[in-house]
C-alpha cells in the first residue's frame, strides 16, 4: 500500500491564482482530513470527510473548497490564493466509524507558498 | 466542542534525561488520547495512544498516564536520546459522537548531548 500520498510535494503560487492539492489514500478509510501547518505552529483542521459525498467545515475552512466524490480522493481547491495560505497542507485519513479510535495516517505533505 | 491545551510549548532536556509533557481536555467524554511526534520537515506519525478505561500505557522508553477525573494526560520519555528531538502532539477524542481529533498546540522538543 502507498497509504496517503499527496501531490504536489511544492508549489509556488502568485497572489489570485488558484489551484488544487490533490490527495489520495488506497487503504479503504472512510474519513479524510485537510490541515494546514503554518511555520513553528500546530495543526488546524480546513476540512474532512466522513465519506463520499460527504464533507464538513473544520475550524479554518475560508478560503477553501473540498469534493470527495470517491473513497479514495479527497482535493482541496484553493481559490484566489492569498499570503495568507502560505503553509504546509497535509491530509490525513482512518477508518473511522466503528473502528473510532483507529490510527490516522498523514500525507507527506504540501509545501505551499503565494507570492 | 473539545479544547486541549498543552504544556509546555517547547522543553530542552540533556541526553539520558527524563522528559514530561502534559495535556489538559474539556470535554469529559472524550475517551481517545493520542500523541504524534513530527520531526522537522516530516509528516507527523502516531507513537503511542491510550484509551480512558485505563490509566496508564507503556512502550520501551515512551509512557502516557491519563487522569479522567482531573481531565489531563502526560507524555514520559525516558532515557532521552537525540533522535527524540522533535515536535510533539497531544490529541483528544470522543469515539461515541466526534468525527475529527482535537490537536493540541505542540512541544518542540531538543534533546542536548
Not at chain 1, 33 to 55: C, E, F, H, N
Not at chain 1, 68 to 86: G, I, K, V, W
Not at chain 1, 103 to 114: E, W
Not at chain 2, 73 to 99: K, M, R, W
Request: proline share 4%; net charge neutral; hydrophobic share 30%.
Amino acid at each position: 500500500n502507498a497509504g496517503v500520498t499527496q501531490t504536489p510535494k511544492f508549489r509556488i503560487l502568485k497572489i489570485g491564482q488558484s489551484m488544487t492539492l490533490q490527495c489520495a489514500q488506497d487503504m479503504n478509510h472512510n474519513y479524510m482530513y485537510w490541515y494546514r501547518q503554518d511555520p513553528g505552529m500546530g495543526l488546524k483542521l480546513i476540512y474532512y470527510s466522513v465519506g463520499a459525498g460527504i464533507t464538513d467545515k473544520g475550524e479554518v475552512p475560508n478560503g477553501y473548497n473540498v469534493s470527495r466524490s470517491t473513497t479514495e480522493d479527497f482535493p482541496l481547491r484553493l481559490e484566489l490564493a492569498a499570503p495568507s495560505q502560505t503553509s504546509v497542507y497535509f491530509c490525513a485519513s482512518n477508518y473511522g466509524g466503528e473502528r473510532r479510535t483507529d490510527t490516522q495516517y498523514f500525507g507527506p505533505g504540501t509545501r505551499l507558498t503565494v507570492l | 466542542g473539545e479544547n486541549v491545551e498543552q504544556h509546555p510549548s517547547t522543553l530542552s532536556v540533556q541526553e539520558g534525561d527524563s522528559a514530561v509533557i502534559k495535556c489538559t481536555y474539556s470535554d469529559s467524554a472524550s475517551n481517545y488520547f493520542p500523541w504524534y511526534k513530527q520531526e522537522l520537515g516530516k509528516r507527523p506519525q502516531l507513537i503511542i495512544d491510550i484509551r480512558s478505561n485505563v490509566g496508564e500505557k507503556k512502550d520501551q522508553r515512551i509512557a502516557v498516564t491519563l487522569n479522567k477525573t482531573a481531565k489531563h494526560f502526560s507524555l514520559h520519555i525516558t532515557e532521552t536520546q537525540p533522535e527524540d528531538s522533535a515536535v510533539y502532539f497531544c490529541a483528544a477524542f470522543n469515539t461515541g459522537t466526534a468525527s475529527k481529533l482535537t490537536f493540541g498546540t505542540g512541544t518542540r522538543l531538543q534533546v542536548t548531548l
